[in-house]
Every structure is written in C-alpha cells, then in structure tokens.
C-alpha cells in the first residue's frame, strides 16, 4: 500500500443527532516535496496526482472506502459500505465527507483522533492506495525531470491508483526510510512512445 503526501486538509462541521461531520480535499495537481535530496545532495524527490487519478474505485460504489486515523485499519471512523462517508471527484480535488456517528465516537481511537483534531495536531488527509497491474493500466505513472528553470528534481506524477482508503494524518505519510528504497527513474523519451512506465521505471516498494 502506499500513502499519498499530507497535501489535503480536514475542516470540522457540526451535525444534528450528535454525529460530528468532516470535510477534506485532496487536491490534484499539486507537488508536494517528498525528499530534498538529503545530505549527499542526491536530487529532490515530488510527487503530485492526476486530476481524477482515483476514478476508478471512486465511481465504483461497490468499492468500500473507508476514512481512517492514521492509516490504521483497526481504528475505522466511517466507510461507504456504513453510509457514513461520500466522495466527490472533481478535476481540481477529490472532496471527501464523512460522519463520525455517536458510536463511533465512543470508540477509544476516535475520541482520540477528535481531540488532537481540536486541539490542531491533526489537520491533513492522505490516501491509502495501490498502483493497478501494469498489465491492465500500463501508464499509471510517470517519473519525469523538473523544468530546470525551476529546478533539478525529479517529478512522480500518478495518473491513475486504486483508492481504498482517506487517513487524517499529521504529517506526511511517506518516511526518509522509504523514499530512500524506491527506485526514482527518468523514462527515456525512445520509451515512451511504446510504454512510458516500463517495470524498471517504476517505484519499488
């Protein structure tokens, strides 16, 4: 599984009958920087998703998708599959809603999880999601070089993943740990014309 960049953000509405409402937007379209190239001066690393890159479990109301604190299955504060959660894809961000019901609120993790939300440590969305086989979706993603007018980094841009969950986090989901073991390389333009994302160009988990 892999998690996207603490790019999008919660915003906490009151609801009637004692549930508590969130709203969060993933937007599309913006780099985040995962790496800086670290203290070997290795590249800068950034990443950014595809307007409508997680279409298609989104569209898929048979897909359960779920809204969880911190990426952690076993601490659940609403699903599609419950009726407690409903996704809106734009071209701009994928707009998330979901309700925390008064059950739900008794649980240990979500009282948890609302308390550091109002007391502003836990502010950021990020998703939860796979890359589909390369055999069904073969241009899923792209590793590009960043303009040099702005700078030397190397841009991931993912043009379609399977979503299966929202997390609010704190920060970040991806560690120095991890980038450091995924394989950041440049498609060559003779490649890309037959199939851009080749298996040797693609991050390696």
């Given at each position: 599984?892999?998690?996207?960049?603490?790019l999008?953000g919660?915003?906490?509405?009151?609801?009637?009958?004692?549930?508590?409402?969130l709203?969060?937007?993933?937007p599309?379209?913006?780099l985040?920087?995962?790496?800086?190239?670290?203290?070997?001066g290795?590249?800068?690393?950034?990443?950014?998703?595809a307007?409508?890159?997680?279409?298609?479990?989104?569209?898929?109301?048979?897909?359960?998708?779920l809204?969880?604190?911190?990426?952690?299955?076993?601490?659940?504060?609403?699903?599609?599959?419950a009726?407690?959660?409903?996704?809106?894809?734009t071209?701009d961000?994928?707009?998330m809603?979901?309700?925390?019901?008064?059950d739900?609120q008794?649980?240990?993790?979500?009282?948890?999880?609302?308390?550091?939300?109002?007391?502003?440590?836990?502010?950021?969305?990020?998703?939860?999601?796979?890359?589909?086989?390369?055999?069904?979706?073969?241009?899923a993603?792209?590793?590009?070089d960043e303009?040099?007018?702005l700078?030397?980094?190397?841009?991931?841009?993912?043009?379609?993943?399977l979503?299966?969950?929202l997390s609010?986090?704190?920060?970040?989901?991806?560690?120095?740990?991890?980038?450091?073991?995924r394989?950041?390389q440049?498609?060559?333009?003779?490649?890309?014309?037959v199939?851009?994302?080749?298996?040797?160009?693609?991050?390696r988990?």
């Open positions: 599984m892999h998690f996207g960049p603490h999008g919660l915003e906490l509405r009151k609801s009637g009958g004692g549930s508590v409402r709203r969060g937007t993933f599309y379209g913006k985040a920087t995962l790496s800086d190239g670290g203290r070997n290795g590249r800068p690393k950034k990443e950014q998703f307007p409508r890159a997680f279409a298609y479990n989104v569209e898929r109301e048979d897909v359960d998708i809204f969880l604190s911190g990426h952690r299955y076993d601490k659940p504060l609403a699903s599609r599959k009726g407690t959660l409903d996704l809106e894809d071209d961000a994928l707009i809603n979901a309700t925390i019901t008064p739900v008794e649980t240990t993790w979500a009282r948890d999880f609302l308390k550091a939300y109002r007391a502003g440590l836990v502010m950021g969305l990020s998703p939860g999601f796979r890359l589909p086989p390369q055999r069904t979706v073969p241009n993603e792209k590793v590009e303009d040099p007018a700078g030397n980094a190397l841009i991931r841009t993912i043009m379609a993943a979503l299966y969950e609010a986090v704190t920060k970040a989901a991806y560690e120095d740990a991890q980038i450091e073991e394989s950041w440049v498609t060559p333009a003779s490649a890309r014309t199939s851009r994302f080749a298996h040797t160009y693609r991050w988990v």
